[in-house]
């Protein structure tokens, strides 16, 4: 019998050959195996990209090496790495480990995920310059004595030796006080080499702030510092909620928890929502630390990758920014807080589709550290987290100095003459707004309207219409003039009378914060406005002009979107009016409730924080939704106790995983064909494996046509937090997709 072949990995061996492991930015989980020719040996490393030839026609690609290793059990022939493109890994260790769990848990390739992870401007090296310096030649500075030269190149030579650096041209022409011919006779002769070496040409000086001293905490803050310090001392993981309500005092709490993570010369990363919303915030840590690096989505590439760079370097003591700074190459990271934890953009909408808090935590756990949420209405999944006791609940109960969370009080619009009339500001807001300015308070007015159609609803008795097979809202359709359910795909012309009370009056709510604009300009003449929404602040730097106006009391009403209701800190704010509290209850959307609680909560947080009392006021079709009471009690415990049975009824997270699937493409019928073929092989697989996993849909997608495509989606729902991921690799390689359509797969996603 004849001896087996050889593998492509024991010839290599055997040759003393080096194999990279080779990942694509590419929907391909595969990783790949390339050759290392010698000459790019000792230039390659895990984390920097390498060109390879690839598929039948060796197209070029650029692919990201992430270790060296065997190729398994291909009998395929290696191909050779073309090039080595970065002279230093982009990432180290750590980031591959995390970036490849991503990949895993994500269901994309670990190639997307690097490609995602690290910025544009550190790829491209932006805001350094390659720039031509000189070394001696090997041995040389022994030998300079015993050669003969003229007096310039040996001046030349002499200076270049002295110096322990490569020297530039200018460099050297300046010591030797020569032009340039003595050097190229020197380079001719070589007797000096020519390397390259990258030069900043860039630099940012932060605008100093006045320092200010760390605040005595109370017993309550005091008691959860000393859980965290715990932690810290004993190098241990732990995620940690931190349920503190609006003004108790948690940010300090993160505080003074870094300045022990920075006295022992480590690196804390705090996540916000969003930069721009926050200044206040980002102004807090400045003052509190010498070096903080504010990442923010309006940097420019040479920014970014001038921050990364210090950030590398373990120059920065605090890191704040959004999402993707919990991939801040912090050297010795210390601890991870992520402020305001309940909020959506923490979810990324691209692939990779990744929450930060996951994956904060894995890098915590891999890291050893511990990982703070902080949230006044921390999301119902953390809260089962911590019932379960998989995260460790601190709580700050109080708001600090003991000043009250301001009365809530509803306003019933079903019987408001100004509202049936087509009003936003009903009759009590409009009188409260209107006693709130005498007294010199200002007013801040909340309305939010999500990007697509309004709902249907009857503004007699506040039903929505429902689907006949769901417990779903139907949702207005104006490309097809139709109401459409989003879980079944039913369709209907919209009714002229309502299907419960069966009076006509059905409206579509539809009042945007610049109808509202006009509104209360009309209604307060006297007094100055200003409307915040993503329209109105598309400028960078425009929020902070705006809020700066707004808390030198140059503003007396600010209205606007979410935009205004998170974070921000006027003392001076005494009415809060939330303008239509059941934009977010009728969402057919699984968290509705959880979000009008949250959004609730948030705008209370924007008053009573000085020394002057505040209210808030909420318009509401609907003040019996126990959602509404829990919230104008600040009863986050109960409703999160009612929302959480009523989840568990019907099986949505958190007691079940979700992933969606989405198909889109120009052709509605391709979209609908090629839907269907997944589901129906889904389910097949689903039941040869007997995986736990239950398939809804498919159905319409919630926005059916977004950018001239057409979506279809379908839920995929299990108990089993493995089953979607095993589904998904037995499933996916087999999946056929038309060249015009794209798919989608979100795991846990949040706009349901
Ligand atoms: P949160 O992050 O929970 O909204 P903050 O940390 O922003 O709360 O605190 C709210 C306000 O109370 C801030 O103005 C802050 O400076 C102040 N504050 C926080 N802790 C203390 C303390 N221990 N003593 C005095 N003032 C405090
Ligand atoms: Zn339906």
Redesign the pocket.
């Known amino acids: 019998e004849p001896p087996p072949e050889p593998t492509p990995w024991e010839r290599a061996a055997e040759a003393d050959q080096l194999i990279a492991e080779v990942v694509l930015n590419r929907p391909l989980t595969e990783v790949y195996h390339y050759l290392v020719p010698d000459a790019l040996r000792s230039l390659l490393g895990p984390g920097q990209r390498v060109r390879i030839p690839f598929g039948r026609g060796n197209q070029l690609l650029t692919g990201y090496c992430v270790g060296f290793g065997e190729p398994g059990a291909t009998n395929r022939r290696l191909k050779s790495i073309e090039a080595v493109v970065d002279r230093a890994p982009l990432v180290g260790e750590e980031m591959l480990k995390l970036t490849r769990w991503m990949g895993e848990r994500y269901l994309c390739s670990w190639g997307q995920v690097l490609e995602s992870v690290i910025p544009a401007g550190v790829k491209k090296q932006a805001g350094t310059r390659e720039i031509l310096h000189f070394v001696p030649a090997e041995g040389l500075s022994k030998q300079l004595d015993n050669l003969r030269l003229p007096r310039k190149q040996r001046a030349i030579l002499e200076a270049l030796c002295r110096s322990e650096q490569p020297m530039t041209i200018d460099e050297l022409t300046a010591a030797a006080s020569c032009g340039t011919a003595p050097l190229q006779a020197l380079r001719d002769k070589q007797l000096v080499l020519p390397i390259r070496r990258r030069q900043e040409t860039f630099e940012i000086d932060p605008t100093p702030v006045e320092r200010q001293a760390d605040?005595?905490?109370?017993a309550e803050?005091q008691q959860v510092l000393g859980e965290i310090l715990g932690l810290l001392r004993n190098r241990q993981h732990e995620t940690i909620l931190l349920h503190?309500v609006?003004?108790?005092?948690?940010?300090?709490v993160y505080i003074q928890a870094i300045r022990e993570v920075v006295d022992y010369g480590r690196q804390a990363i705090v996540l916000v929502p969003e930069i721009s919303l926050t200044p206040q915030t980002i102004r807090r840590f400045r003052r509190r630390f010498e070096t903080v690096a504010v990442l923010h989505s309006h940097l420019s590439d040479a920014e970014r990758h001038w921050h990364w760079q210090r950030i590398a370097a373990g120059d920065v003591q605090v890191v704040v920014g959004a999402r993707s700074a919990v991939f801040a190459p912090t050297p010795h990271l210390g601890l991870i807080v992520i402020d305001e934890e309940h909020e959506t953009t923490f979810k990324q909408q691209t692939t990779p589709r990744y929450h930060a808090r996951e994956v904060a935590q894995q890098r915590a756990r891999q890291e050893k550290i511990p990982l703070v949420l902080g949230s006044a209405t921390p999301t119902l999944e953390s809260l089962w987290k911590a019932k379960q006791k998989e995260y460790h609940l601190c709580t700050?109960s109080k708001r600090?100095?003991q000043r009250p969370l301001p009365p809530v009080v509803t306003v019933d619009t079903r019987n408001d003459p100004k509202i049936s009339r087509g009003h936003s500001l009903g009759r009590a807001m409009e009188s409260s707004i209107r006693v709130a300015l005498k007294d010199g308070g200002q007013v801040i007015l909340f309305l939010n309207i999500r990007g697509f159609s309004p709902v249907l609803w009857c503004t007699r008795c506040a039903a929505g219409v429902k689907c006949p097979e769901c417990d779903i809202t139907l949702t207005w359709h104006k490309d097809r003039k139709k109401v459409v359910c989003h879980s079944c795909e039913h369709e209907a012309d919209p009714p002229r009378r309502c299907p419960i009370c069966e009076m006509p009056g059905m409206r579509f709510l539809g009042a945007g914060t610049q109808r509202l604009e006009e509104e209360v300009r009309a209604k307060f003449p006297e007094h100055r406005v200003l409307r915040m929404d993503s329209d109105s602040m598309k400028k960078p730097g425009s929020h902070d002009t705006a809020l700066d106006a707004f808390r030198h009391g140059q503003v007396d009403i600010l209205l606007g979107t979410q935009m205004i209701a998170k974070g921000l800190?006027f003392p001076n704010v005494t009415l809060v009016g939330v303008i239509d509290a059941d934009t977010l209850l009728h969402q057919p959307d699984l968290r509705a409730s959880e979000r009008t609680f949250q959004l609730i909560a948030q705008v209370a947080g924007r008053t009573g924080r000085g020394e002057r009392a505040g209210r808030v006021l909420v318009q509401t079709g609907c003040p019996d939704e126990p959602v509404i009471k829990f919230a104008s009690r600040h009863d986050y415990l109960g409703f999160a106790r009612h929302e959480l049975r009523h989840r568990k009824d019907s099986m949505t997270p958190p007691f079940s995983q979700l992933a969606r699937i989405v198909v889109r493409g120009s052709s509605e019928a391709t979209v609908k064909g090629t839907i269907r073929g997944i589901a129906e092989q889904l389910r097949a697989t689903i039941s040869k494996s007997e995986l736990p996993i239950r398939v809804i849909g498919p159905a319409l997608a919630p926005i059916a046509r977004l950018r001239g495509m057409h979506r279809f989606h379908l839920l995929l729902s299990t108990t089993d937090p493995m089953a979607i991921r095993t589904l998904w690799q037995a499933a996916s390689p087999n999946l056929e997709l038309p060249g015009d359509v794209e798919l989608i797969i979100d795991v846990d996603p949040l706009d349901m």
Not at 215 to 218: A, D, E, G, P, V
């Open positions: 605040l005595t905490l109370n803050q503190g609006t003004g108790s005092g948690k940010t300090e700050l600090v100095e800190d």
